[in-house]
Nanobody, 115 residues
C-alpha cells in the first residue's frame, strides 16, 4: 500500500508563504493525477489543488492565484507553494490522488495563519 507523508506546515503570519511537500512511497506521482486537500476545524475536507498526469493544474477559487501545485516525478513528491496566506487558509493539509482520493490518508501537515 502506498504511503503518503506530508510536511512543511507551520505557523505563519497573514501574507506569508509556506511550501508543503508530499512524499509518496511508490511511483504514483508519475502516473496519476495528484491533489492537495485541506480540512479546517468543523469543516469537510476539500480539494484545493490538482495536477493532472499531463501537468494541467486546477485550483479551488479560494486559492487561485495564490497557491501553486507542482511535482517531481523522480522524487515521487508533490509540492504546494502557498503565498499570500490568509487566516482562512488555516487547516490540516493532505495529499492524495487528484480524481478520487482512493489512497489511505496520511497524517497531514498543520498550517496555521495567524498574527
Amino acid at each position: 500500500q502506498v504511503q503518503l507523508v506530508e510536511s512543511g506546515g507551520g505557523l505563519v503570519q497573514p501574507g506569508g508563504s509556506l511550501r508543503l511537500s508530499c512524499a509518496a512511497s511508490g511511483s504514483i506521482v508519475s502516473f496519476y493525477a495528484m491533489g492537495w486537500y485541506r480540512q479546517a476545524p468543523g469543516k469537510q475536507r476539500e480539494l484545493v489543488a490538482r495536477i493532472a498526469y499531463g501537468g494541467t493544474t486546477n485550483y479551488a477559487d479560494s486559492v487561485k492565484g495564490r497557491f501553486t501545485i507542482s511535482r517531481d516525478n523522480a522524487k515521487n513528491t508533490v509540492y504546494l507553494q502557498m503565498n499570500s496566506l490568509k487566516p482562512e487558509d488555516t487547516a490540516v493539509y493532505y495529499c492524495n490522488l487528484g480524481v478520487v482520493a482512493a489512497l489511505d490518508w496520511g497524517r497531514g501537515t498543520q498550517v496555521t495563519v495567524s498574527s
